[in-house]
């Protein structure tokens, strides 16, 4: 277990590496296409967001070293140490979280204009960036948030391709190499941390709720 648990922040790098990546680039992009529906640049977001969730991830993650630390020798090909390191990996690892929440904002977005605050802020003369900043974007926070904890579990147990293209030592290493040695002991282990860390982060989801939205409050508390 302590070897496991060695490997635990590398994983929890990667994969939180890759959640910051695939937040800063898909809600705008969300954003952007919910403004412009079925306009040209709601159909290519529409699109590009489909095709990099169909993308195989260790296919990219070969072409992205083939080009970026092979031919331009921006980054490295593998390894860690340095965030120059983390590049490759967080990027292969967010690009099919990217399309999920492009998706996901865009359509919540859509819902969400039609409802009749939308209208009424409006009608005062609020400006759109505000209407969709200020009301609309924290209305559809919710289910948002609830696919981004699900997506960070699925994270860590897709970082098992992405760590073994780029010798990232993190458990999904460490859980291929137990079960080409036949440690079940420490695959049971790395299991059960993946297992743990999955339930933790869907707990505080939940609780994040309360936050979200001031109308949901925990079962016990009464008026």
Same mark, same amino acid.
């Not at 860690?80 to 929440?101: E, F, Q, R, S």
């Not at 969709?132 to 904890?149: D, E, F, Q, S």
């Given at each position: ?79 860690? %140490?340095?965030?120059?390191?983390? /590049?490759?990996? =967080? ?5 099919? $979280? #990217?399309? *999920?929440?492009?998706? +996901? ?19 005062? %003369?609020?400006?759109?960036?505000? /209407?969709?900043? =200020? ?5 559809? $926070? #919710?289910? *948002?948030?609830?696919? +981004? ?75």
């Amino acid at each position: 277990m302590a070897h496991v648990l060695e490997r635990l922040p590398f994983s929890l790098e990667l994969a939180g590496a890759a959640m910051a990546l695939a937040i800063l680039a898909g809600f705008p992009l969300g954003i952007f296409a919910a403004r412009y529906p079925g306009r040209l640049v709601d159909r290519i977001a529409s699109m590009l967001s489909l095709a990099v969730q169909g993308l195989p991830t260790f296919w990219v993650g070969i072409m992205l070293i083939l080009v970026f630390a092979r031919i331009m020798k921006v980054v490295p090909s593998g390894g860690t %140490g340095t965030w120059l390191h983390l /590049v490759l990996p =967080a990027v292969t690892l967010a690009l099919p $979280l #990217i399309g *999920v929440i492009v998706r +996901l904002v865009r359509n919540g977005l859509l819902e969400e204009m039609r409802e009749g605050y939308v209208q009424t802020a409006r009608s005062k %003369g609020l400006a759109e960036r505000i /209407v969709i900043r =200020a009301h609309v974007v924290r209305n559809m $926070l #919710i289910p *948002v948030v609830t696919v +981004l904890g699900l997506q960070f579990g699925v994270l860590l147990g897709g970082a098992v391709v992405v760590e073994m293209v780029f010798s990232w030592p993190g458990i999904g290493r460490l859980l291929i190499d137990s079960i080409s040695n036949r440690d079940y002991p420490v695959v049971q282990a790395s299991v059960a941390v993946m297992a743990t860390v999955f339930v933790v982060l869907n707990l505080a989801v939940d609780l994040l709720y309360g936050i979200l939205d001031p109308r949901i409050r925990l079962g016990g508390r009464h008026g």
